[in-house]
């Protein structure tokens, strides 16, 4: 059974600080899923990845699949990033997402 | 503007009370699936459904059911509810060559008291 771990819980920052939330797992996978939820909002699909780097906008998102780690970056933080993020597992052969537990974010003006 | 939508945003119910919950995606999707969140939990699968009247259980299906008699809909049916199923409730869709490439209603928050 895959573990999927994050950090840190909760993380608060000022605006413009560069940001790094952090994702590990425990067996190998075939893809990586970055999700970010607002408070009182549905889940909204950020990255998938598998490999290497993906960026979008202020937001990176980067893979090392023999570390078995993955982190999500937010350059130039502003207080609408404030949010919960999640990191999500795929094994590959099956349906199931394993989840990690998610990370709030809250950036103060 | 492709999406998932579900019946409620908010629900208060009693314990023992029969409770729908109703997901619609537009996108044809062949697999959805139907989450609870709880807070230090995060997401738990309850149940999976690949097709049409297909439908497999997740890691936390007990006291829970589904319907699919549509593509497009998918239902989470709480038999008898109990106060310890008070949660957030997501329905996903995905398509079947992208089974992990979820994309998710706005979530169902249900009170059981």
């Known amino acids: 059974k895959n573990e999927v771990e994050q950090s840190p819980q909760n993380l608060t920052a000022q605006e413009g600080e560069f940001i790094t939330i952090n994702c590990s797992y425990s067996v190998g996978i075939s893809a990586l899923h970055w999700l970010q939820q607002h408070p009182g909002g549905g889940i909204v699909s950020l990255f998938m990845?598998?490999?290497g780097k993906k960026k979008h906008g202020r937001l990176i998102a980067t893979i090392n699949i023999q570390e078995k780690h993955s982190s999500l970056h937010i350059t130039a933080s502003h207080p609408r990033d404030s949010a919960v993020y999640i990191c999500?597992?795929?094994?590959?052969?099956?349906?199931?997402?394993?989840f990690g537990k998610g990370t709030l974010l809250t950036v103060n003006p | 503007d492709v999406k998932v939508t579900q019946s409620s945003r908010y629900l208060v119910k009693r314990t023992g009370e029969k409770v729908f919950l109703e997901c619609v995606q537009d996108m044809d999707h062949e697999n959805m699936f139907w989450y609870r969140q709880d807070p230090g939990l995060g997401l738990r699968l309850i149940y999976f459904s690949y097709d049409v009247k297909m439908k497999e259980k997740g890691d936390i299906p007990e006291g829970y059911s589904v319907s699919r008699e549509k593509k497009e809909r998918f239902s989470l049916i709480l038999e008898s509810a109990s106060t310890n199923q008070t949660s957030m409730y997501l329905c996903?869709?995905?398509?079947?060559?992208?089974?992990?490439?979820?994309?998710f209603g706005p979530g169902t928050r249900l009170t059981v008291t």
């Open positions: 999500a597992a795929w094994g590959g052969s099956n349906y199931k997402l394993t």
């Open positions: 990845l598998s490999s």
């Open positions: 996903a869709s995905s398509r079947r060559d992208r089974a992990p490439d979820l994309l």
